[in-house]
C-alpha cells in the first residue's frame, strides 16, 4: 500500500502560464545561492505544488508502521527541492547557507517549528530535506513511537515525502540515504512505494560500488531498523567493508558491522575469522569509544558468545566505568549483562554503580534497578549505598513492580544476608504486596522470594500453608525446573527454619518426601578454615563433641550453604543459649544450626 500515491498530486509543466512564473521565481532564487551559475532550461526544473483538498487520513499498520492515505490535492502552497548535489557546482554562498540552515534547524524542538521554518524557504538542496527529516524523527519519537501522528497530516512533510518518492534517482547518497533514516525511524511502512523506492535505490547504488564507508555505516544502519532486513544486502554490506581495509574503519563501522554480524549468525552464517580481525582491531579503539557505542559492541560479544576475546572485554568493562553516569537505562542493562555473562567483576566499575545508582534510582525503570540487583547477587557484592537505595525505592514503587520484578528487588538481600536500615518498612510492602497479589506469582519465583525471607530472619508463616499445600508442590513439579534437589532443599530449609524459629506455627507441614537428607554440596572446593570455626561455635554451643559422630554429622559442607564468600574478618559469637538437652539432635536440627551459625555470625 502506497505512502503517497501517484495520483495524489498534480504534477505542472512549464508550458502553463503558472507554473512557468513560479519556476522563473525557483530559478532566480537558485541562482542567487549559486552565485555566477547559469539559469538552467525551465523544462529541466521539476517542481511540484500541492496543497490538501479534503483531510487526509492516516492508520497505525502492524508493526507500529504509519501508512498514509491521501485525498485529491490541488495547487496552493509550493514547496521546491533542488536535484543530487553531486552534479552540482556548491559556491561558498551555497555552503553557507547549509550551514545556517542545520545551525536553525538545530534550534528547533516541535514538528511545527520545523514545519514553519521549512515553509518559509523557497528553495532547499536534498541534503537540507533529508536532514529536516531525521530533526523532525529526533523530536517526535520517543520509545513509545510517534508522539504526534498529526505530523504526518502536514503538507510540507508530504511533499518531501513526494519528492524522495519519484526523484530518487536524483538524490545526493546523503540525502538518499539520511531521508531513508529518517523515514524508518518515524514508523513509514517499509512496503509503502515510498520506502520501497529509497530502498531499492540504495541497494542498487551499494551494487555499482557507489557508496562510500560512511555511505555503508548508514545504510546498514537504516537496514538493521527494519524487523526483516534483507541478510543478502547486510552481507554485502559487510563485503564492501572489507574491501576498504578493517584497520581503517571507524568506531561508527566498527559498530555496525558488529550489529551485522548478530543478525547473520542468527541465519546460520560463520563469520569466527572475521569476528576475529575486528575484535583485535576494536581492541585499540577502545578509548575512543562512546557510551552507546561500548554498550552495543558488549552486547554483540555476548550475542556472538565471544568468550576468547577477553582481552577486549577487559578493555571494555574498565572503559565503561567512566561512562556509568552517562549509559541510557538499556546501555546499563546490556554493559550489566556482559559483565554477567563474561564473569567480569571490577571494583572502580562497583564503586562507579554505588555513586551512580542512589541518586538515579527513581528515574530508573525497574528492569535496570532489577538488573542492578542481579549483577550484586550472582557476582557476590554486597554493595550498602545500593541496597539501601532500591530498599527505599522498594517501598514506594512495589505496586507497579511485576512479579519478577518484586523477586529481583528482594531476593538478594536474602542471599547476601543484608538487613537494610528500613528493614520494617521493606517487610511491611512485601507482605502487604503478597497478600494482595500472591496468585500472581509464578511457584518458582514465590519459592525463592519466601526462601531468602528466612535466610535475614524474616519468617514468612502467613504464606507457608500455600507452599506446603500439595496443589502448590505439583504446580512446582509441573514447571521446570521442577522438584529438583534445590528445590527440595528450600523447601526443607523453610520446614525447618519454621518448625524451630516459629513453633506457634500449626498450618500445613511439609511431608517427608519433599524433605531432603543432605543439601547440594559446593561445586567449589571446602574452606578449610571456615569449617573449623564452625566446628568451633557448634562444640561451645553444644558441648559435647558426640554431635559430630557419623550418625548425626555428614560429610563437611553438606549442611552449609554460603551464599557469598567472606570479605571482612570475622569474630565468632556463639548464638542465643538455646537448651538442647531435652531434644534429640538428630540430622534435621544439627542441619540448621550450622546454617543458623554461618548466617547470623560469618556473613553479617
Not at 494 to 500: A, K, R
Amino acid at each position: 500500500m502506497a505512502l503517497i500515491s501517484r495520483k495524489s498530486f498534480q504534477l505542472y509543466s512549464s508550458s502553463t502560464p503558472a507554473s512557468r512564473s513560479a519556476l522563473m521565481t525557483l530559478i532566480k532564487r537558485f541562482n542567487c545561492m549559486s552565485g555566477q551559475r547559469k539559469p538552467q532550461n525551465c523544462s529541466s526544473v521539476a517542481m511540484r505544488m500541492l496543497c490538501v483538498k479534503d483531510k487526509p487520513q492516516y492508520t497505525f499498520c502492524r508493526k507500529k508502521h504509519v501508512q498514509l492515505q491521501m485525498q485529491t490535492l490541488s495547487v496552493n502552497e509550493t514547496v521546491h527541492l533542488y536535484g543530487d548535489t553531486r552534479n552540482c557546482i556548491k559556491s561558498n554562498n551555497v555552503w553557507k547557507d547549509e550551514q545556517l540552515f542545520f545551525k536553525k534547524l538545530d534550534n528547533l524542538c516541535t514538528s511545527k517549528e520545523i514545519f514553519y521554518f521549512l515553509s518559509s524557504l523557497e528553495v532547499m538542496s536534498d541534503t537540507m530535506a533529508s536532514g529536516a527529516l531525521q530533526r523532525i524523527s529526533e523530536v517526535e519519537v520517543d520509545d513509545n513511537g510517534l508522539k504526534n501522528p498529526g505530523l504526518l497530516e502536514n503538507d510540507v512533510f508530504r511533499a518531501l515525502c513526494f519528492q524522495f518518492e519519484f526523484e530518487s534517482s536524483r538524490l545526493s547518497n546523503t540525502g538518499l540515504l539520511n531521508a531513508l533514516q529518517a523515514l524508518i525511524k518515524l514508523r513509514i511502512d517499509p512496503q509503502s512505494t515510498l520506502m520501497t523506492s529509497l530502498l531499492l535505490e540504495s541497494e542498487e547504488r551499494l551494487g555499482r560500488g557507489q557508496l562510500t564507508a560512511e555511505n555503508l555505516c548508514a545504510l546498514g544502519e537504516s537496514l538493521l531498523e527494519l524487523e526483516s532486513p534483507n541478510c543478502a544486502t547486510l552481507e554485502q554490506i559487510v563485503n564492501h567493508m572489507q574491501e576498504r581495509g578493517i584497520e581503517r574503519w571507524s568506531p561508527r563501522g566498527i559498530v555496525m558491522v558488529y550489529k551485522i554480524l548478530q543478525v547473520t549468525v542468527r541465519e546460520g552464517k560463520q563469520w569466527q575469522n572475521l569476528l576475529n580481525r575486528l575484535n583485535s582491531v576494536t581492541l585499540h579503539t577502545v578509548s575512543q569509544l562512546s557510551p552507546n557505542f561500548a554498550s552495543v559492541i558488549l552486547n554483540s560479544l555476548v550475542v556472538l558468545h565471544q568468550t576468547r576475546a577477553v582481552p577486549l572485554v577487559t578493555a571494555l568493562c574498565k572503559h565503561s566505568v567512566k561512562h556509568i553516569p552517562y549509559f541510557t537505562d538499556h546501555e546499563l542493562v546490556n554493559v550489566l549483562e556482559a559483565f554477567l555473562y563474561f564473569g567480569q567483576k571490577v571494583q572502580v566499575f562497583t564503586e562507579a554503580l554505588e555513586r551512580h545508582v542512589p541518586r538515579s534510582i527513581h528515574t530508573m525503570p525497574p528492569q535496570t534497578v532489577s538488573k542492578v540487583m542481579q549483577y550484586c547477587c550472582k557476582k557476590m557484592i554486597l554493595s550498602k549505598p545500593i541496597f539501601d537505595a532500591v530498599a527505599e525505592h522498594f517501598v514506594s514503587s512495589a505496586d507497579r513492580l511485576t512479579t519478577d520484578q518484586i523477586a529481583a528487588y528482594i531476593i538478594p538481600f536474602g542471599t547476601l544476608n543484608y538487613l537494610p536500615p528500613s528493614a520494617s518498612s521493606l517487610f511491611r510492602k512485601l507482605e502487604a504486596v503478597l497478600h494482595t497479589r500472591l496468585r500472581h506469582f509464578q511457584p518458582h519465583t514465590l519459592l525463592n522470594l519466601l526462601h531468602s525471607c528466612i535466610l535475614i530472619q524474616r519468617y514468612p508463616i502467613n504464606f507457608l500453608p500455600k507452599i506446603f499445600s500439595p496443589y502448590f508442590l505439583q504446580k512446582l513439579q509441573a514447571q521446570p525446573p521442577g522438584l529438583n534437589r534445590v528445590v527440595m532443599s528450600q523447601l526443607t530449609q523453610l520446614f525447618l527454619t519454621v518448625t524451630l524459629e516459629c513453633p506457634f506455627y500449626e498450618g500445613p507441614k511439609l511431608l517427608s518426601k519433599y524433605r531432603v537428607k543432605a543439601y547440594p554440596t559446593p561445586h567449589s572446593s571446602p574452606d578449610v578454615h571456615l569449617f573449623k570455626r564452625v566446628k568451633t561455635g557448634l562444640l561451645y554451643l553444644l558441648k559435647k563433641r558426640i554431635y559430630f559422630a557419623s550418625e548425626v554429622s555428614t560429610p563437611y559442607f553438606y549442611v552449609v550453604e554460603l551464599p557469598c564468600v567472606l570479605m571482612v574478618k570475622i569474630d565468632f559469637v556463639p548464638i542465643a543459649t538455646i537448651c538442647w538437652e531435652k531434644k534429640l539432635l538428630n540430622r534435621d536440627i544439627f542441619s540448621y544450626l550450622v546454617m543458623k551459625l554461618c548466617r547470623f555470625h560469618f556473613l553479617r
